[in-house]
């Protein structure tokens, strides 16, 4: 229960904060880009650990890191990257 109550808690603050510069464009544009940024960062992770859970999708990188550092791929140009 305390944990829900720290987040209800942060919730209002961050509301309260926002408040303060809710008039300003310019600062509520600075803070929308910054939580962008933050919200990013979060999915990044999520989506690699969610990639790395998986043994078999660990195996096809390790594999892919050892081909490469052995030399064993074909480079392809990015104009046929998807054809």
Do not use: H
Request: charged share 35%.
């Amino acid at each position: 229960m305390n944990c829900i109550m720290t987040a209800l808690q942060l919730n209002a603050e961050m509301y309260r904060e926002l408040s303060v510069i809710a008039e300003d464009e310019n600062l509520m544009r600075k803070a929308l880009k910054a939580i962008k940024r933050i919200t990013a960062k979060k999915r990044m992770v999520d989506e690699t650990d969610y990639i790395m859970s998986s043994p078999a999708m660990v195996k096809i990188l390790n594999d892919g890191d050892k081909e490469i550092a052995e030399g064993k791929f074909e480079p392809i140009s990015l104009d046929n990257l998807w054809k």
